[in-house]
């Protein structure tokens, strides 16, 4: 019997709880630790039977360890008791300094909880401190902030009594230090968990990386990452072998480049709007030979979660084969298939962007446009309307200064073809047919081909689309670089003619006529034909058609006005 006179006991029993408790550091899992914590209350403390109860994430407590006989370990391990249950029993019976202990007088409330238990019917004790089989000792296990980790519970001492002052506390001190090693060795596991799942997360970082890598660097179409924001910003910082060949440059040429430095000055604003939003867009970057090649750009603006948008990852498509065939049907759509020039829908185009609603009743000089703004009324008390007021500050009409930035040598005369304050059209205006007096217009010269109907009727059609091309040639040739040269249809051409006066168009028109006149080869047969022009001039006010019509008129006036054979030329 342990009792305080007994020194050597405690001393046995203090080298036995050394023991146990070094043994308790030298489990590897929490599984490990947990078993050893009850094997040790077995071997070390004097029970026969001992099982922790471990607190789950939810509140619950779940037998993890059972110690001392295989069938109740087998019956009771795994399963688990309520929370509210748990603290139930633990504010029962007796404190034994942290301990709780219920005596069977009081336990027997305890029978039908859900808490899992085990014991054997015995005998009523013999004498007060004898153990009885319905007793139940509990050792609480606390984490450092006083969280509750589990409870210890012992059973059936082998000396069949109450543990005394020195048992007690020896459980009290060993529960304190299982509480310590079931901590640590949660911290081992969860601290293995964190070593796994990040050993993880790097290997699949290790394979995206691998993964992005192949795909940059062996894409059958461009690829570039470049700097986003600061000093630096578009830099190209890498680019794959794709991009390389398509602009003709190493890569480590590019990086010394960023996309504006490569870009086509007309798309530099794309490409800023592009490089700002992200998205995509379609422009022109240089090659290494100072050629441009269409691309198709797409961006995607790769984010830093703390400091923001880093970096732009683009991909670069060639697009240089469709925006030829777009160019290509574009072409198609407003040129003539057989001589390749502009046809009537890109004449009429043409001619429309010069011409607007306003008619033609602009002012000539700049004089005129001072009269017409102040222009006054002849009422009585020198009253003026639309004109100068005397009351009105700094002498403006109808009070406030107007700018009139077509007239820089007369500030505030606006001119009168105005239809805004800040209209910038030119107008096109007609000179006078019967006196040339300097004033420049838009010459439009209506073509119509004598004696091509003939050819085409004896020689066929091939011969008559031969002498077309060669006639486009010639007109073609006969002009400015800036000037319009068109095929209406059939054998009828124009020409638009921009700054000439009256005399200029007759002498383009002769000239024209006299490169049209000599003979054209075709197929070892020379033929000709002859020209009838007729000069019109295209002014505000009239639209396309009307300024074809004109000519048109003009141009069948002056073919009737020469004899047949004049006017075939051969």
């Not at 929490?30 to 009850?38: E, F, K, M, R, Y």
């Not at 440059?249 to 798309?267: G, I, M, T």
């Not at 050819?455 to 040639?473: P, Q």
């Amino acid at each position: 019997m342990e009792t305080e006179s007994e020194p050597y006991v405690r001393l046995a029993t203090l080298r036995q709880l050394h023991q146990v408790v070094a043994e308790l550091n030298t489990a590897r899992s929490l599984a490990d630790t947990l078993q050893t914590v009850v094997d040790g209350i077995v071997v070390g403390l004097g029970y026969e039977l001992a099982c922790v109860n471990l607190v789950r994430p939810d509140g619950d407590l779940v037998v993890a360890a059972f110690a001392g006989d295989p069938a109740a370990e087998a019956l009771i391990t795994g399963r688990v008791g309520s929370r509210p249950s748990w603290d139930r029993r633990l504010t029962m019976g007796e404190d034994w300094d942290g301990l709780r202990f219920i005596p069977h007088t009081e336990g027997w409330v305890l029978l039908e909880d859900d808490v899992p238990q085990w014991h054997t019917d015995g005998p009523d004790p013999r004498f007060e401190d004898e153990w009885h089989p319905e007793d139940r000792l509990y050792a609480p296990m606390y984490a450092t902030g006083g969280e509750l980790l589990g409870v210890i519970s012992v059973d059936r001492p082998r000396n069949g009594r109450r543990p005394g002052a020195w048992g007690r506390e020896a459980l009290q001190m060993y529960a304190f230090q299982a509480a310590i090693a079931i901590s640590n060795a949660r911290l081992r596991a969860n601290m293995q968990r964190a070593l796994v799942r990040l050993e993880r997360e790097q290997q699949a970082l290790r394979a995206s990386e691998e993964s992005f890598r192949q795909a940059f660097e062996y894409a059958p179409s461009g690829m570039a990452i470049a700097e986003m924001g600061g000093d630096q910003h578009g830099r190209l910082l890498r680019t794959n072998d794709a991009l390389c060949r398509l602009l003709g440059r190493p890569a480590s040429v590019l990086r010394r480049y960023s996309f504006s430095d490569l870009v086509h000055p007309e798309d530099i604003g794309t490409l800023l709007r592009t490089s700002a939003e992200g998205g995509r867009a379609e422009l022109r970057l240089g090659r290494r030979d100072g050629t441009y090649v269409w691309v198709s750009l797409r961006n995607s603006v790769v984010a830093d979660a703390a400091d923001g948008p880093r970096f732009l990852l683009t991909h670069v498509e060639d697009i240089e084969e469709r925006k030829r065939h777009e160019l290509q049907l574009a072409h198609r759509a407003s040129h003539d298939s057989l001589t390749g020039l502009p046809n009537s829908a890109e004449l009429r185009s043409r001619l429309g962007a010069r011409l607007c609603r306003r008619p033609q009743s602009v002012l000539a000089t700049a004089v005129e446009a001072l009269d017409a703004a102040f222009e006054t009324r002849p009422e009585a008390g020198g009253a003026v309307e639309h004109g100068f007021q005397p009351d009105a500050p700094h002498g403006y009409p109808g009070g406030a200064p107007v700018d009139f930035p077509d007239f820089p040598e007369f500030p505030g005369a606006a001119p009168a073809h105005a239809e805004g304050p800040y209209d910038h059209h030119v107008h096109t205006v007609a000179p006078a047919t019967d006196v040339d007096d300097g004033t420049k217009g838009l010459a439009v010269l209506f073509c119509d081909l004598d004696g091509f109907k003939s050819i085409n009727d004896r020689f066929g059609h091939h011969t008559g689309d031969a002498v077309l091309i060669e006639v486009a040639r010639r007109l073609t040739t006969g002009v400015r670089d800036g000037d319009t040269v068109a095929r209406l249809g059939g054998d009828e051409f124009v020409v638009l003619a921009d700054g000439l006066g009256a005399a200029d168009a007759a002498d383009l028109a002769v000239r024209l006529r006299n490169a049209i006149i000599p003979p054209i080869r075709v197929d070892g047969r020379a033929v000709r034909v002859g020209a009838s022009f007729g000069i019109g001039w295209a002014s505000c006010g009239m639209s396309a058609d009307e300024v074809l019509r004109s000519a048109d008129q003009r141009m069948y006036i002056e073919k009737r006005s020469r004899s047949k054979a004049h006017r075939r030329a051969g």
